[in-house]
């Protein structure tokens, strides 16, 4: 007991350091579990955070609606830069984010995306700017973090089709999240459920890295907790906060 | 560019619009052509295309006119109304499409379109989008892109193609050799004189020596044919607008460099913005003059995406544009234009609110972004009212407010789509059933649960396309999750029973959540 009083204090002496979690508001997914374990309670708002797929379709597709819960709970335009004009607009709607909100930017190439980003991170009053790249650098992730920090903007960098083994770089980001489908419960009569996710928190800077199975967004872009999973008192208390 | 028959256009122009119950077949029956007195007699200055056809050229007495159509009708030419007209148009294409236009007496346009693209993405649609105006307002027109005026002057007015020509950078050379050699714009009795020593095509004359072509004819030949070939440099002088907010410096010494730019432009763009708080107005564009020592003029063009007054903002949209300035050997004035402006009225307390309570600067950051990729790579998706999918989203431009049609709210819908939707196999079950299995990019997918169907019918009311063809034909999709979790969109073409509805295959459209 003694010895986690002590960690959580140098923590928080860390993150004053860092100056992380201090000057900007969190964002929390409104469930208990994964905001427990995100320092600051959420997602930092003036910070870099990537979220990654798989080179499955599939995974991409939730995790832009992983990405567009997080946006649909924030208040204000959203800058998405692309490569690809694979989005389709009326799926973000269902997941809360209302398109109109929404300005697209399509630049073409990684190192385009990642300028536009940098350059709309400059721009404080958005609700998040989000890049859509196949692969970016060490370098790119630390300009666009200072950038964020700069403007309390919250930056998305989604890379498109990572693979799961893929070595990857040293990132400035602060989080860097894997979203994957996972098989959702069957129902009693012929048709689909809730959308079930694997949600990978790969790393996290002052926090360990996790996993959890979380169902899909619901209209108004919140995540839920699985309701085989919540048997336990205090999970179904989460559950309650969540809903 | 050149409208070959712009004084009888201008009439018919003149003349219809009071009257627009009039079908304009009867208006263009009549041949009609202008005269000018000379020498005491009446001679046809210009010619419209049904005249032309009948073989009445300008030069010819009106009495001989009349034995060619005895229909003719015939007019008092203008030259001044010309002019004027012509100083209309120019101002109009200054204002939507470069800021280098003059007009070109007695029957064309210059316009310089370097850099002008980006407004309208690519050369190629600035053109259509003049010439399909021009044309659309009754004019005659022939419009001809080159790297130098005198090339496009030659080519607007000796290829008669009908649409507009572009000869491709560093081509000029090879197109005008194979142009009459009147189309230099020399005098009358010079092209006389060089037909008679057999000079035929401009490439004779450049393969000719030049000293004896000199001797005879003075220095306007070579001048000519050296500002054809752009080894002359021929600035074009521009036509300002009168009255339009402006600013401009001269400097004692030229300057080169990008900084010094930067700071005058940063000058400038002051000088404009407290002219337009006077006017109460904000610049939707501006254009800045470089005036080079050797007597060309570059221009950079910006535009922006609501009217703004903001001196650094403007100021930022221009330096970011000024590597396509290409300085020579100096600048020695430049000036500021605002083309177009809007009115832009103040609003109270404004510079007392936080940032964070004004909102973003949304038009500043979509003018960045939009000067640097191009606008037409940002935008705002919009409902449109379809039945296809794929056709179901609108691209509208970034600060558009909402439009009346709502979202579909109803309707699952992937949020990643594949275009063109691509081929699975599949191992079907009954009509109504989704597939137990099908393969996509060589990965098998067996089906866990599914959805659907449902049916859409193809856009039978449209003109063009597959659709148009097969009247009858259906998708049915289905919303299908894989044993490992992913859920896709399928669907297949036709309703599993009619042949006529499809051709049974599947395919994949695109990823679910």
Known sequence: ?243 | MFLPHWSTDRLRRKTARPRPDVPPAGLSAAPLVTAIPDHGRRVVAAVDAAAQALGIAPGITVTGAHAFAPGLEVVDADPEADLAGLRRIALWAGRRYSPIVAPDPPDGLWLDITGCAALFDTERALIKDLHRRLARSGLSVQIAVADTAGCAHAVARHVPAGRPVTIEHGKHRAALGLLPVRALRLEPMVVEALRKLGFERVEQLIAAPRAPLAKRFGRSLHRRLDQALGNVPEPIEPLFPEALPRSRRAFVEPILTAEAFGRVIGDLAEDLARQLVHLGKGARRLDCHFHRVDGQVQAVRVGTAAPTRDSRHLGALLCARLDTVDPGLGVEAMTLVAPLVEPLHARQGEGLESAMRRGPDLAALVDTLANRFGQGRLYRNGPRASAMPERSVAQLSPLEPAGRTAWNADLPRPSRMLSPPEAIQVTAMLPDHPPAMFVWRGRRFRIAHADGPERLHGEWWRERGAEAERPFAVRDYFQVEAASGGRYWIFRLGDGESPATGSMLWFLHGAFA
């Open chain 1, 1 to 243: 007991m003694r010895h986690t009083a002590v960690i959580a204090e140098l923590r928080a002496r860390i993150a004053e350091v860092e100056g992380v979690g201090i000057r900007h508001i969190a964002l929390p997914f409104g469930v208990a579990a994964v905001d427990r374990h995100l320092p600051g309670g959420g997602l930092i708002a003036g910070a870099l955070h990537e979220i990654a797929g798989s080179p499955d379709l599939a995974d991409d597709a939730s995790a832009t609606i992983f990405l567009a819960g997080i946006l649909a709970r924030l208040e204000g335009p959203v800058l998405w830069c692309l490569r690809w004009r694979d989005l389709f607009a009326p799926a973000l709607h269902l997941a809360g984010l209302h398109p109109d909100r929404l300005i697209h930017v399509e630049a073409g190439s990684d190192a385009n995306v990642l300028l536009a980003m940098e350059e709309c991170l400059r721009h404080a009053g958005l609700a998040g700017v989000v890049g859509e790249v196949a692969k970016y650098s060490t370098t790119a992730s630390k300009r666009l973090q200072l950038a964020a920090e700069g403007s309390g903007v919250p930056a998305f960098v989604f890379r498109r089709g990572a693979r799961v083994d893929a070595r990857t770089d040293g990132t400035a980001a602060v989080t860097r999240w894997r979203i994957a489908a996972a098989p959702s419960e069957a129902l009693d009569v012929p048709g689909l459920g809730r959308p079930r996710w694997h949600v990978a928190l790969e790393r996290v800077r002052g926090g360990d890295p996790r996993s959890w199975i979380m169902e899909g967004c619901d209209a108004q872009g919140r995540i839920g907790v699985p309701a085989a999973l919540v048997d336990r008192p205090v999970a179904a208390e989460d559950r309650q906060a969540a809903a």
